[in-house]
């Protein structure tokens, strides 16, 4: 059967088999590419893999551990292995002692003159291999040594951030906080009686004479007393374009902390103790309410994973070290007071543990859930120390969740990924509802003021110094008169004039 091409040529396909021997022979090109040297660079990669996944799981991870980790806390705990390679992918120079050639470079030899190309011997790449997965292994730990000797104590605020945000006026209120109620130790607050456990309205407390601040939620605005000092501190959010993203997913975390908690039984919704009835989830070093001696928080099996996996979350620890820097930026002397006391708590005794590497704060609550908190005052943390509050979900805050201040008579609206601190150890606050379908969630830090007498009464509580021969008068000498400890704690507050030279005190001297 013959074919006509456009042509009109004429040809059939059977044709071919009748074409001389000579135009019928295949010619072999020789090539100096070697099949066995390929093989073996594949099979030693391969071992090489296996080898790197059996150091891996010499460090076991945590189950409740997922993509929202952080890749050098990854990296500092295992190694971990790459992409197994495929054997159908080319070996790179890297990877073997003799890269086999291209195949574009290869071209016809004679018989006389075509040679394989002598490949290297087996231990070569082997050795090799070994000596990358060793190398690995160390860097590995080096990495976690670093990691477990770090402390937050030495972080330095970055100075381009009070540059690069546009503070808004003050606001100053006929109020002084050395007026605020407080134990006769000055360490914590004083107890309220016959708190109120409901939500206070929008409507109730402007008819109680208070203030409205309306706020962008992004630019400082400080919150002056009557003397000039600064006791409240809009910080806003830092220069991010992406800072919003980084909420919602801290957001999205305790959401998930929320179903689990509600799904395996430990949380039921409507639940009510002081502060409201969302779902708090704390974490950290306490001392106080019947301790005999500071200590991590304890938790049940459950909820030490939930904690865990909370804490591993590399938005909620941004979150951390946001906060922690902006009490360095508006509260220099505190938190050089705090880095001080602190550091040797941490040092004196090596079993309690930081909740973030970059935070100086040694407690953290995350309130998953409608988290709009009843009046109320947080009498147990230090007396003088500033608490940072960080709000997320999606609310009006012109209409509902606003920060209220009951001393202050300062009702402040609080938008979503906005940070403020407070003295929450003094003031009562509370915030106020938000609309039916909205959501709200926090993340507060905070230090205990027992933390602080325990280190200034010689690591030691009030009760076993007393109990010493003259342990009295060490007391005494410690506390003060009545009321001078209250007026040292007041002076760690920067005034709004004093600011910039303070920072430059306690950040260019250390």
Not at 299 to 314: A, D, G, M, Q, S
Not at 377 to 403: A, E, K, S, Y
Request: proline share 7%; hydrophobic share 35%; aromatic share 8%.
């Amino acid at each position: 059967m013959s074919r006509r091409t456009r042509s009109g040529a004429q040809f059939s396909p059977y044709e071919l088999l009748q074409l001389p021997e000579r135009l019928r022979h295949f010619e072999i090109i020789q090539t100096n590419i070697s099949l066995d040297a390929l093989l073996h660079d594949a099979v030693a990669d391969d071992d090489r893999y296996a080898a790197e996944q059996d150091a891996a799981k010499s460090s076991p991870e945590d189950a409740w551990e997922d993509e929202d980790e952080d890749e050098d806390d990854v990296a500092s705990e295992s190694v971990l292995p790459p992409t197994p390679p495929s054997p159908l992918t080319p070996i790179s120079s890297s990877s073997s002692s003799s890269a086999a050639p291209s195949p574009h470079a290869s071209r016809p030899t004679s018989p006389q003159t075509s040679r394989p190309t002598p490949t290297a011997g087996p231990h070569i790449s082997v050795n090799k291999s070994r000596a990358r997965q060793q190398h690995a292994i160390r860097r590995a730990r080096r990495r976690q040594r670093q990691h477990v000797d770090e402390t937050p104590y030495d972080r330095q605020p970055d100075p381009r951030y009070s540059q690069a945000h546009r503070e808004q006026e003050p606001h100053t209120v006929h109020f002084d906080l050395a007026d605020a109620p407080i134990t006769a130790g000055a360490w914590v607050g004083r107890q309220r009686a016959n708190a109120e456990r409901r939500h206070r309205t929008l409507p109730e407390l402007l008819d109680e004479g208070g203030e409205v601040i309306e706020w962008n939620g992004r630019d400082p605005k400080l919150i002056l007393d009557a003397e000039g000092r600064i006791i409240a501190i809009l910080l806003g959010t830092p220069e991010d374009q992406e800072w919003a993203v980084v909420v919602e997913d801290a957001v999205a975390a305790m959401a998930r902390a929320r179903r689990e908690a509600l799904r395996e039984g430990e949380w039921r919704v409507g639940t009510l103790h002081r502060r409201g009835t969302h779902l708090p989830v704390r974490d950290g070093v306490s001392f106080g309410g019947g301790q005999k001696r500071p200590g991590n928080l304890c938790h049940t099996p459950f909820i030490r994973r939930l904690v865990r996996r909370l804490l591993r979350n590399k938005s909620i620890r941004r979150i951390a070290g946001f906060q922690s820097m902006g009490l360095a930026l508006y509260a220099p002397k505190l938190y050089r007071y705090y880095c001080k006391v602190l550091r040797a708590l941490f040092r004196k005794h090596p079993n309690l543990t930081h909740t973030f590497r970059n935070s100086i704060f040694p407690a953290v609550t995350l309130n998953c859930g409608d988290t709009v908190t009843f009046e109320h005052c947080d009498i147990l943390n230090l007396v003088h120390g500033l608490c940072p509050i960080t709000c997320g979900g999606r609310f009006n805050h012109v209409l509902g969740g606003h920060l209220y201040l009951r001393q202050l008579r300062l009702i402040i609206q609080f938008p979503s990924a906005a940070t403020i601190l407070i003295p929450s150890g003094c003031l009562d606050h509370g915030n106020t509802p938000i609309q039916a379908g909205e959501t709200r969630y926090s993340m507060t830090q905070y230090a205990a003021g027992g933390l602080f007498r325990w280190a200034a009464y010689g690591f030691q509580s009030a009760k076993s110094l007393l109990a010493q021969p003259g342990g009295e008068d060490v007391k005494n000498t410690f506390d003060g008169v009545p009321g001078s400890r209250w007026k040292w704690g007041l002076d760690l507050f920067s005034k709004s004039d004093e600011l910039l030279s303070d920072r430059v005190a306690v950040f260019q001297s250390s």
